[in-house]
Nanobody
Framework: QVQLVESGGGLVQAGGSLRLSCAVSGRTFTSYVMGWFRQAPGKEREFVASIPWSTGFTYYADSVKGRFTISRDNAKNTVYLQMNSLKPEDTAVYYC????????????WGQGTQVSVSS
């Protein structure tokens, strides 16, 4: 059974930092792309960042480029999202997700972790 478990969310002041973690278990994700998404209250879920499990190529939404960094630790089967210079508009539930590299549809999702940024 595939499990993606996020952690690291919390409340932080604007300008602060948080690091989210996504622990992955239940299968080999070598051919997968891992992504972070977020959903703010009353808004649709939006893409934040992605990284293939087997390469270092990363991709970011324009709204987080230069502030957020996605990375992975293959030995720990964990994907990270380092979030710096946080803004109140970054407040959302953050989700970790995985998809096959040959597809566009994310098939595995975590339960989400709340990030709240106060002004």
């Amino acid at each position: 059974q595939v499990q993606l478990v996020e952690s690291g969310g919390g409340l932080v002041q604007a300008g602060g930092s948080l690091r989210l973690s996504c622990a992955v278990s239940g299968r080999t994700f070598t051919s997968y792309v891992m992504g972070w998404f977020r959903q703010a209250p009353g808004k649709e879920r939006e893409f934040v960042a992605s990284i293939p499990w087997s390469t270092g190529f990363t991709y970011y939404a324009d709204s987080v480029k230069g502030r957020f960094t996605i990375s992975r630790d293959n030995a720990k089967n964990t994907v990270y999202l380092q979030m710096n210079s946080l803004k109140p508009e970054d407040t959302a539930v953050y989700y970790c997700a995985g998809r096959l590299g040959s597809t566009l549809q994310y098939e595995y999702w975590g339960q989400g972790t709340q990030v709240s940024v106060s002004s």
